[in-house]
Each structure stands twice: as C-alpha cells, then as structure tokens.
C-alpha cells in the first residue's frame, strides 16, 4: 500500500492519560500536515513538517500538545493529559514538495475520550 | 486569511437527477480549490481540483466542478446521481501568495443523500 498510513485506527484512553498517534505519508513526500476533525465539522490544520522541521503550528495546538518527524520520515502526535474535548478524529496528509500535486490523506486515528 | 463557505449542511437528490454541491471561497490571492469526499468513519478521498486553466474540472466517479472567479465559487456537480454518491463532501482552498505551508482550509461540509 502506497497511501498514507496512520496508527492506531480509533483509541479510547481516560481523562488525564497520554496518547500517542503515527503517521507513515507517502515515501517521496517531503511535505506533512495534521488536521483535526470534530463531529459535523471539515478539519481543521493543526501543524506542517516540512522534512523533519515543524514549520508552522496552529493556535489550535495547546501545549499538551507535541508533533514530531525525526529523520522526515513517520511522524508522531502526542497528546499529553488528555480532556474529553480532545474527542475527534486525527487525520495526516502528506504531499510532495511540487504545488501542483495534491494532497494525500489517510484513514485517521479516532480517539475517544472517556 | 483564506476560508471556505458550504452554505448547504445537507443536500438530498433521487437517484439518476443531476446533483450540485455549492461551495464559495476567500482568499488573498490565487486560489488552488479542492473537493474531497468522506465515509463514516474513514479519511478523506480526493475527487478533484482546480489549479488553473479550463475553468470545468473533471474529477473521479464523474463527478466536475466549475470554478468561478467573479463569483468566488467552485460548485460540485454531477449529471446522474448514485445512491452510492451519499456521503460527506468538503471544498478546500488553498492561498498561493506568498510562502508558507500552503496548508488547505476547509469548509464544515455538506451531507449528500441520494434516494433511490
């Protein structure tokens, strides 16, 4: 499979634990994103890895909040002392470095807050 | 700042009527629009985009969109509607101007229902 691949498919965790989510893009993109997506609403950009520098993070991303991507390869969102507004579903998208190439998408991490 | 208005929560279409998904934007400067779709509990799927040039795209499943510069819109369209086309649709945008991390803004989405 040459998608974009994200682990685990939905977690549950209680309030206060830390989460841990992966995201392996497509080989040859250079480009990363992680988006947010609430019940009833489109997602929403949460921080890009360009290589394995983070370039950019939304006001969204709380300091409970930490992305990683050692080596521009996988990357990692933790979510440290979870809340029950953290409820949603994580999506990574990965592109090539080329504008004109759109943006790959995968399956997302539900996570569930109980 | 660039955003992305689907003014349709829901859109309910027989099967086999022609079906459009509206979708207006906002941006500085030159927009590259996106259209993906969604099942439950699944990640997005790209259906098509516009970057420039023919102001009709063509995307998968038959599904077009036609960009609008004046009227800074970018409907979905499709011809002959499919019970299997119901799902959830979101336009993106895109801003070109400048640098940055060209990440894609995205409208709340629209509920396709197609009724056989």
């Known amino acids: 499979d040459t998608g974009v691949s994200q682990n685990p498919r939905h977690k549950i965790t209680k309030r206060g634990q830390n989460v841990t989510f992966r995201c392996d893009p497509i080989?040859?993109?250079?480009?990363l994103y992680w988006y947010r997506q609430t019940l009833g609403q489109g997602p929403e950009f949460l921080t890009y890895f360009q290589n394995e520098a983070q370039l950019e993070k939304s006001r969204l991303l709380s300091d409970r909040f930490s992305a990683e991507r050692p080596k521009g390869s996988f990357s990692t969102l933790e979510i440290q002392r979870t809340e029950q507004g953290d409820s949603a579903m994580y999506l990574c998208?990965?592109?090539?470095?080329?504008?004109?190439?759109?943006?790959?998408f995968g399956s997302g991490t539900r996570l569930t807050v109980v | 700042a660039q955003s992305v208005a689907q003014p349709e929560d829901q859109v309910n279409v027989a099967e086999g009527n022609p079906l459009t998904v509206k979708c207006t934007y906002s941006?500085?400067?030159?927009?590259?629009l996106f259209w993906y779709v969604q099942y439950p509990n699944r990640g997005l799927q790209f259906l098509l985009k516009?970057?420039?040039?023919?102001?009709l795209v063509k995307g998968s499943y038959g599904f077009e969109a036609e960009f609008n510069k004046s009227q800074t819109s970018f409907h979905l369209k499709k011809p002959s509607a499919l019970v299997s086309d119901s799902a959830l649709y979101f336009c993106a945008v895109r801003d070109n101007s400048g640098a940055g991390s060209y990440q894609l803004t995205f409208g709340k989405g629209t509920k396709l229902s197609v009724i056989p």
């Open positions: 516009y970057i420039t040039g023919d102001n």
């Open positions: 998208a990965s592109r090539a470095g080329d504008s004109i190439y759109g943006y790959t």
């Open positions: 941006v500085s400067g030159n927009p590259y």
């Open positions: 080989s040859e993109h250079n480009r």
